[in-house]
């Protein structure tokens, strides 16, 4: 059976049972809902919620299901999360082409919706925080097509609920959707879309990943899922939408046509970006007979996590097309897992964590600051990564200061061509934290011999305490 949402949710049941928790009473969409994730949140607990009730629709929901690495690293089927980032790496050096499917064979035209019928007043858009300018369509995977080329491009943005048949459009300036999108303005001409709304978790992994172009999302979603995308032609624009969406939305984004959007609550945990901004005019909307409609916890660990895992598999992929030392990549949750990224090498030659980080950069520019460390240091133990900045790096040598780049505009701390005004600029920093090579002598770490470490298994040669059994021996008394 080809995969999606429903075949995820089936082994994550059987895998993960633990990872899920069910809300039967009837729940406002107006922050009670979130309110929910979030009590779960604050006691450092992230499960899968599955809303059955939410009030004003007939629709369940599901959050949350990005909120932490095991969960994406189960959808992918690899054992470990460093297993994850070097999987997703090399599966987008394999993108399988879609597969094209008739509409009585697509689950997501089981029913359709046009003209009149068109209502997205039928879903349970959540509104998620306190300051946020509405309800909030914010796990939807965006596809559209490149004027001219016809390279189908795919990301996740935010789209405000504006009215039954209009929601709004935020991209950030540096993603390729912005590109498309301007292209299509500049030429006076709409933009046709898809809005794709619950799907295995691949499709939005891929939507998420840093590509080198514009377009292969869709293909790159194949090579996550491990089998060809199912896809099937939209009704009412020229588009291929995945067959096996929960729900899907059609629409025009209209060229030169403006309503104010926001604020949002964004991935840096604060509200940003509010005032004029394209929308869409929603013309379709399909979907299965019992759809479940998915969100994403803004603001909060899973719009940190599940935005974070793709890119990580796109680094290590394209750091290494850079420099083929490269061992490990790692987006910290220290740094809202964007704006901070762990690079280890197996360093061969000066100058080569530089021009790691660099790469980094330019192929996310989320990204604001680097840390480079040796293949010795896990980057996935923010303890040793410090520890290693502390010991092998001096500020006057190994840090490069570059300002006035194209960043986050998201970042509270961005800022325009004059400093005092907001835009999409921002200072990155390289910090080189690794060793020298020889001939210069380098201080060796103190450890156990390695011989030696090899030949101890935990497992087979230590054991819990034993209440009883073991208190004389521990403690000397009877």
């Keep these: ?103 009585k064979d697509a689950p997501c035209k089981e029913v359709i919706l046009k003209g009149n019928d068109v209502d997205l007043d039928l879903l349970p858009v959540l509104t998620l925080n306190e300051g946020d300018a509405g309800a909030y369509i914010n796990a939807a995977a965006m596809i559209c097509k490149e004027r001219g080329t016809g390279a189908v491009n795919v990301g996740i943005y935010r789209n405000q609920k504006q009215g039954k048949r209009q929601l709004g459009l935020m991209i950030n300036p540096a993603n390729h959707g912005n590109y498309v999108r301007a292209e299509y303005e500049d030429h006076n001409e709409a933009m046709e879309v898809a809005l794709a709304i619950g799907h295995h978790p691949a499709l ?70 509010e005032g004029e ?24 660990f899973e719009h940190n996590i599940i935005g974070a895992a793709p890119r990580l598999g796109s680094l290590l992929r394209r750091i290494q097309e850079a420099v083929p030392s490269t061992t490990g990549v790692n987006m910290p949750i220290s740094g809202a897992a964007r704006s901070h990224c762990y690079i280890s090498v197996k360093k061969r030659a000066e100058g080569e964590p530089k021009q790691a980080a660099l790469a980094a950069f330019v192929t996310d520019p989320n990204i604001k600051l680097v840390i480079v460390v040796d293949d010795d240091v896990d980057v996935f133990n923010e303890t040793q990564v410090l520890w290693a900045l502390a010991m092998r790096f001096q500020a006057d040598r190994d840090l490069v200061i570059i300002p006035n780049i194209i960043g986050s505009h998201l970042n509270p701390t961005a800022y325009g061509y004059n400093r005092l005004e907001k835009g999409p600029m921002e200072t990155k920093l390289i910090f080189d934290a690794t060793k020298p090579l020889p001939p210069y002598e380098f201080p060796k770490e103190a450890q156990a011999p390695d011989e030696v470490l090899k030949k101890i298994d935990l497992a087979r040669d230590t054991r819990p305490y034993e209440p009883g059994k073991d208190d004389k021996v521990i403690t000397g008394k009877n």
């Excluded at 299901?65 to 090399?90: I, W």
């Excluded at 901004?277 to 909060?300: F, G």
Aim: hydrophobic share 40%; net charge neutral; with cysteine.
């Design 1 to 103: 059976m080809p995969k999606d949402l429903r075949t995820y949710l089936d082994e994550l049941l059987e895998k993960r049972p633990k990872d899920v928790v069910v809300v039967d009473k009837e729940v406002d969409p107006k922050y009670e809902a979130s309110g929910i994730v979030e009590k779960f949140e604050r006691e450092n607990k992230f499960p899968l919620v599955f809303f059955k009730n939410i009030k004003g629709s007939k629709i369940p929901l599901i959050i949350n299901l990005g909120a932490t690495y095991e969960r994406l690293a189960l959808s992918l089927g690899s054992p470990s999360v460093p297993q994850m980032v070097k999987d997703l790496a090399h599966r987008e050096h394999n993108p399988l082409p879609v597969k094209e499917i008739s509409a």
């Design 204 to 273: 939005n992994l891929a939507a998420v990943s840093k590509q080198a172009g514009v377009g292969q999302e869709l293909e790159i979603a194949g090579a996550f899922l491990g089998e060809p995308l199912e896809v099937v032609k939209a009704e009412t624009v020229n588009l291929m939408v995945p067959a096996r969406c929960e729900i899907v939305i059609e629409g025009v984004v209209p060229p030169k046509k403006r309503q104010y959007e926001g604020p949002f609550g964004e991935w840096p945990h604060y509200y940003y970006k």
């Design 277 to 300: 901004q394209p929308y869409i005019e929603v013309t379709a909307i399909t979907m299965r007979k019992n759809p479940i409609y998915q969100s994403i916890h803004s603001a909060h």
